[in-house]
């Protein structure tokens, strides 16, 4: 069992290790006392989103898509299948052996964009939410003011852009946290294991993994033409939608301030810079044209 104890995150909220289970390789996930019961709440909603894309992949073999079985879950802790893949992309992957894996990813988020949703909604009821979203636009606009890491003017014109959004934000099933380089995995076989249902949901707004993809692409890949490619290779295999560069410009929108968050956060708490890159996309979008943002 010793071999396989390797610690993968260690934080005020959460505990996760590899581990033994019955002479397997695993993961353990586990809720610890400091976390707050919104958080543990969580850990029960990341299961139920691996159990309910595991029966997706089930009922649609041509997701080509695979879940990590769970082992044991209870209250505030879960053991899963340990995923032995590569990520879709890693930061540092060229763009010329990238396109071909986006083309997978891209695919997956096409398909499951045309699935229908369950009778009942299910799952975290956050930010995603497509009748959250585009209240969440002005408010985080204001927070980044607040926070020294936008200007006035760029927080005007993403509340004048969002103006109007919401009503055109139509509910789909999201992973809510998707992430090419830490939360997707592609196998040899072509299929994408998924990681971390913290945030799932069937009531995101449209396009919201793809607009998550889109940014953490844009913001930590070798180039920005990793996520401009992402982007092109989706609207190619998705169905047409009414009112697609509206969903898309408003969710690309909310992530591309939350973009900004998660830059000022990472240089203060790691020292890594990505503020540039992340205000050179907040730049593009401010032009409220969704041409520019992919090739």
Known sequence: MAEYKRVLQDDANFLVETTDWQGKKAVKKTAK?????????????????????????????????????????????????????????????????????????????????????????????????????ANSIPRWADENIADGIMTKEEGARAKEISIGLGKYLEPRIAHGDMSPYKHAYLSKDGKIALIDFENF??????????????????????????????????????????????QLMAVILQRTLGLQKDADADLKETGIDRKARAKHLLGFVLENTLGLLHL
């Open 201 to 246: 949901t069937t009531h995101a707004a449209r396009y919201f993994d793809v607009a998550w993809s889109y940014t953490r692409l844009y913001g930590f890949a070798d180039s920005p033409d990793h996520a401009k490619y992402f982007l092109s290779s989706f609207m190619k295999k998705a169905n047409m939608a009414p009112h697609m560069k509206e």
């Open 33 to 133: 006392p400091s976390a707050p019961l919104t958080r543990i709440e969580r850990v029960n909603n990341d299961v139920l989103g691996m159990q309910f894309f595991a029966e997706l992949a089930d009922k649609h073999p041509t997701l080509q898509l695979w879940v990590p079985i769970v082992y044991e879950s209870g209250p505030g802790y879960y053991i899963r299948e340990f995923i032995k893949d590569e990520p879709v992309v890693n930061e540092d992957t060229p763009f010329e052996h990238a396109k071909p894996r986006l083309d997978h990813l891209a695919e997956l988020l096409a398909e499951i964009d045309g699935l229908d949703l369950p009778a009942e909604p299910a799952g975290y009821i956050g930010s995603s939410n497509y009748q959250n979203l």
